[in-house]
């Protein structure tokens, strides 16, 4: 599934691509009211593009909005316009004057009510790549909780946007093990994992892929470069960082992965704005 980075990077890329325009909504689908955005011609005002976590919400003329979450499958292609035909299971087409985007395969695409879309956001965590973003809601869940911390990264109700990857990545930075009680996580280390996770998304949003590694530079075409190049656990069978054994357990139903040696089941120093720097 897409991670916070992704949505974050196409909600600029699709603004700056359609932002402002009148553009063609379809849905050759057929899964996607299209018809209740545009006028007789087909066409409707797309004034802003905003992501929140892993859900995408375009806002539109008359304060229509659609609420795009992409789930495991959901993708984007994007094409200049004209485009070429697009395939029948296109759930919605965007049209506009020098580029087209076309979604397949979302979880949710839905025409959503501004009371709805606050619905879905007030559920949702603080997101790291906003602004907007109050991580002492976050700090404080954490403090009072016996949930792992692994878990708790990975609730999309208590923070939104990290997954899996980031979760591996942010812990193994840290020295943290998925298993510690969130309770039991100092406050000062609880900062920096904050701080970590941001600086981590927005590489993230730069690079268009997960990096974590220090002083590596992504050549092109960035899909050629191995994942673990760009990771330290994630999926890897040895630690990028000591040569040890990486291990995969199972936690809350999502496989984990960590080192038994950079992150032994413990309560990790109090020091950590060291580890903080650890990331780019």
């Given amino acids: 599934m897409p991670e916070g980075h992704t949505i974050h990077r196409a909600a600029r890329d699709h603004l700056r691509d359609l932002g402002g325009q ?126 792992p911390i692994g878990a708790i990264l990975m609730d999309q109700s208590r923070i939104c946007g990290v997954g899996n990857v980031y979760r591996a990545e942010v812990l193994h930075l840290l020295g943290i093990h998925p298993d510690l009680p969130g309770s039991s996580t100092p406050p000062a280390t609880v900062r920096a994992m904050w701080r970590l996770i941001v600086g981590l998304l927005r590489r993230g949003v730069e690079e268009k892929r997960i990096v974590t590694t220090r002083g590596l530079v992504l050549a092109k075409p960035r899909e050629r470069v191995p994942r673990s190049d760009s990771t330290h656990v994630y999926r890897r069978r040895t630690c990028r960082t000591c040569q040890g054994v990486v291990l995969t357990y199972i936690l809350r139903a999502r496989a984990v992965h960590y080192c038994s040696t950079c992150q032994p089941l413990g309560a990790p120093s109090e020091d950590a704005d060291s580890a903080a720097a650890l990331g780019p």
């Fill in 22 to 147: 009148r553009v063609v909504v379809t849905s050759p689908q057929g899964r996607f009211d299209a018809d209740v955005l545009v006028d007789a011609s087909g066409r409707a005002h797309l004034q802003h593009v905003e992501a929140y976590g892993k859900h995408l919400f375009y806002v539109f003329e008359s304060e229509r909005i659609v609420h795009v979450h992409l789930g495991l499958f959901g993708k984007f292609y994007r094409r200049r316009s004209p485009a070429s035909p697009p395939r029948s299971s296109t759930r919605m087409r965007l049209e506009g004057e020098a580029m087209t985007i076309d979604l397949v395969g979302p979880t949710a695409c839905d025409v959503v009510t501004p009371e709805q879309m606050q619905a879905i956001t007030a559920r949702l965590g603080p997101d790291p790549l906003r602004a907007d973003a109050k991580p002492r809601r976050f700090y404080a869940y954490v403090a009072r909780s016996k949930t």
